[in-house]
């Protein structure tokens, strides 16, 4: 099924579980759903099982959202307690939409309380008490973990799941793997057939620890291998490390529920040389979540990192929200450079990210799907470096395979169906009825769609003559960014090589031929080697505007 085909049928109103391998557009699916609902005038509900995929979707994980919290059973009077709450009841009541994303790690007995909640709080027998429900997520991807030391059942285990009979939306379209004998291996895995030849590719990438160079993120299944690695290679720098404090405000009980799911720490400390990962997309600051780097330094005046990517750009850091957002308006937010340190990183917290290289331990892990989600973190094959693995690592569950091949199987014929559906006419009136039900607009009624992207922005600017440094000011953008985008724009073909000389300091332009020099015995893309030839005459915004001007 191809994402279009997915949306077309969500837009129904119809119940969905949305799955797919592993860079197959589930979040981006979800992403989209949710600026078309909101076109429209409705407000979902985004939550998800975990805090750490509730930040990357700015919702609440469920269980705070539901007000079940940490619950493991409900009781009658739970439940009424529950829906006596002035708050809780609003937002359920509300919600028409409510979107669960990473559902594998989901237990049956928390759908379960879930759907016996929301049923209490709308005063409706229908499951989930008459709402949409989209779940989100790939049950090959790490399973729900019980509290009780025991084995805790699947969400399509419980009974919540059969009633709301959601329907199977299976994204076959790979948009992260860019290796075939990569996604020949983890297909394999996933269908459990892979055999001595899989291994073997596998084991071709075994690499001594020794070889690995620290650029390259490791991945562990223990969070003490991870944090242990991660302070002794800090510790090892030179200097005095600078450390940035995340800031929030908002519902205290929210602020805390967002700093235990993102993936920047509350302090971070930082050293030049420090190996770093951003922690959110930020296709506008040029990285996305899993992008990978190293702190070239420290801005002059604010002392916000400056970050050589892999693929030799320079960019200035500086904090992102995070946010809580609930009928539109956000509830909490807290603020913090993107990044963590990323000498080594949790298999756990690898999860939503794509990834250029890895050293990956897979010689302890201890649960199903650890050794699968690890290796479908990775664009390539080229890009693993194998420390050590156990027989097991590359185990999955097998009601999960068993299950998997219903899902498919029940996706291709929803296909089928809303096919037929749509040539009729039938689903374009199932989409109108649906919009009308919860009280939306058929015109869209949200942000218009040709929204002006940031360079155009700056370009206006430009072409009103304005000068960097007024520039950086009037969009509250680091020099770094905006030259960035002097970039952008010049091979966009929207400014030429003579604008960005005009902008230019004179010192600058009298060294051209010195930094061109420089850049010929190093090499244009990247930076740093530039800077030290010339030995930090010149900043790195100085180089990325001569590069702007010289290439």
């Not at 997915?6 to 797919?20: C, D, R, V």
């Not at 071709?204 to 490791?218: G, H, I, L, S, W």
């Not at 050293?359 to 094959?381: K, N």
């Amino acid at each position: 099924m191809t994402q279009d085909e997915a949306l077309s049928i969500l837009k129904t109103g119809a119940n969905a579980l949305l799955t797919g391998e592993p860079g197959s557009g589930k979040t981006h699916t979800v992403n989209t759903y949710v600026r078309w609902l909101r076109a429209h005038g409705i407000e979902p509900a985004i939550t998800a099982s975990t805090g750490i995929a509730a930040t990357h979707l700015n919702g609440m994980t469920i269980h705070a959202w539901s007000g079940i919290g940490i619950r493991k059973f409900l009781t009658d009077e739970d439940a009424d307690a529950i829906a006596s709450k002035e708050h809780v009841a609003r937002r359920i009541g509300k919600a028409g939409v409510l979107i669960i994303d990473e559902v594998s790690m989901l237990s049956g007995e928390v759908l379960a309380m879930v759907d016996r909640v929301l049923r209490e709080v709308r005063g409706h027998e229908r499951a989930f008490g008459g709402m949409q429900v989209v779940l989100v997520g790939d049950f090959f991807q790490l399973p729900p973990v019980s509290g009780r030391g025991e084995d805790a059942t699947f969400a399509f285990e419980s009974d919540a799941f059969r009633i709301l009979n959601p329907l199977p939306l299976y994204l076959s379209e790979q948009h992260r793997h860019d290796d075939a004998s990569l996604e020949r291996i983890l297909a394999n895995i996933r269908g459990g057939t892979a055999d001595a030849s899989d291994v073997s590719r596998l084991m071709q990438r075994e690499a001594d620890e020794a070889e690995v160079t620290d650029e390259v993120p490791r991945l562990f299944t223990h969070n003490a291998d991870v944090d242990r690695i991660n302070e002794e290679k800090l510790r090892a720098l030179a200097g005095t490390a600078k450390t940035f404090r995340m800031e929030g405000s908002g519902a205290p009980v929210l602020i805390e529920s967002l700093k235990r799911g993102c993936l920047s720490p509350d302090v971070l400390a930082l050293k030049q040389n420090a190996v770093v990962m951003f922690t959110k997309n930020n296709p506008v600051g040029g990285y996305s979540n899993g992008t990978l780097g190293m702190v070239t330094g420290f801005e002059p005046g604010t002392n916000y990192p400056l970050v050589e990517t892999k693929d030799g750009r320079i960019l200035t850091v500086v904090p992102q929200d995070w946010a809580v957002e609930e009928g539109g308006k956000i509830r909490a937010k807290i603020s913090q450079l993107p990044l963590r340190l990323a000498w080594a990183i949790t298999i756990h917290k690898s999860q939503g990210q794509s990834l250029d290289a890895a050293a990956i331990d897979l010689s302890r892990a201890f649960e199903y799907g650890q050794g699968y989600v690890a290796l479908s973190r990775l664009r390539t094959l080229d890009g693993l470096h194998l420390l050590g693995w156990h027989e097991n690592a590359f185990q999955i569950h097998p009601i999960v395979q068993s299950k998997d091949r219903a899902f498919r199987s029940a996706s291709d014929a929803t296909v089928e169906a809303f096919t037929a559906l749509s040539e009729s006419g039938e689903r374009m009136k199932l989409e109108e009825q649906f919009i009308r039900a919860l009280g939306g607009s058929l015109e869209e009624v949200g942000e218009p769609i040709a929204k002006k992207t940031t360079f155009e922005e700056t370009l206006e600017l430009l072409q009103e003559g304005k000068t960097l440094i007024e520039i950086k000011e009037a969009r509250n953008l680091t020099l770094g960014t905006v030259i960035t985008h002097l970039e952008r724009l010049k091979e966009a073909g929207s400014i030429t090589e003579q604008e960005i000389r005009v902008l230019a300091p004179e010192r600058l332009i009298d060294g051209l031929s010195d930094i061109e020099e420089a850049f010929s015995k190093t090499s244009i893309k990247s930076l740093t080697p530039a800077w030290k030839r010339l030995k930090g005459r010149y900043s790195f915004d100085d180089l990325k505007l001569a590069r702007a001007i010289l290439t």
